[in-house]
């Protein structure tokens, strides 16, 4: 009992050290991009443990913070939708495709049948020739035996 709870702890940790590797470099971005501001009263990396925190102070986020947020928001947005677009165009190209390939699958197979039947049409030819020479010629006849 104690090393299957010891096994599930140690997976409840993995999980949580991967959601957190996930998130750490967003929050990063995030506070680099402040930081890189003149204003470095608005937020900075705590570099022991790598979490991003916002100092609360005096002066409230700039205008043009809340701007590129809203921008970065609206980019995001923009993105998804256009991704969403696409993944419906591939979808329809795959559809397209597939009745493509079918189309010829199907021509292969009637270029198949044509190719067989010309074979039968010409045997049977063949055998009207040889019927008619035969009949009608008996030197051919003892010829062609």
Known sequence: ?????????????????????????????????????KNGKIAYQDKQSKVVVRLVSKFPLLDEHKELAQAKAQCDRIIRENLAEFAEEISAIDVEIAALKSTIANLEQQKLNLINLNADKALSDYDEIYKSLTTYNPIISVYLK
């Open 1 to 37: 009992m104690n090393l299957e709870r010891l096994t599930a702890i140690k997976l409840q940790i993995k999980q949580l050290e991967a959601e957190y590797s996930q998130l750490l470099p967003i929050a990063t971005d995030e506070a680099l991009e402040l930081i890189a501001n």
